[in-house]
């Protein structure tokens, strides 16, 4: 049973930057595929940035690329999200996910099974 927990959101000026971090715990960290996700009011979760078991392989929602970088530290147990240039459109709660078994990053929210509370992120235009 895994437990995982953000921090690092808040508000910030439109061309800014925040970074992101996800703690998790209860298993072997390396053992998880890490992913973030938000959700903007009325909308539904989205996929924003995957990261595989070692962290060779990322992946990322066409949104974002460009501006957004997902990494982990496995000696930390910590997963980020560095996001620059952000736009008021990057407006949502972020939240950390951690999907056990399989090293394929999926996309779909159904495929993980372990969520944190969220952290808001407020981009002012």
């Known amino acids: 049973q895994a437990q995982v927990e953000e921090s690092g959101g808040g508000l910030v000026q439109a061309g800014g930057s925040l970074r992101l971090s996800c703690a998790a715990s209860?298993?072997?960290?390396?053992?998880?595929?890490m992913a973030w996700f938000r959700q903007a009011p009325g909308k539904e979760r989205e996929f924003v940035a995957g990261i595989s078991r070692s962290g060779a392989r990322t992946y990322y929602a066409d949104s974002v690329k460009g501006r957004f970088t997902i990494s982990r530290d496995n000696a930390k147990n910590t997963v980020y999200l560095q996001m620059n240039s952000l736009k008021p459109e990057d407006t949502a709660i972020y939240y950390c996910?951690?999907?056990?078994?399989?090293?394929?990053?999926?996309?779909?929210?159904?495929?993980?099974?372990?969520w944190g509370q969220g952290t808001q992120v407020t981009v002012s235009s």
């Open positions: 996910a951690a999907a056990a078994g399989s090293d394929s990053v999926l996309r779909p929210a159904a495929g993980y099974g372990y």
């Open positions: 209860g298993r072997t960290f390396s053992s998880y595929v």
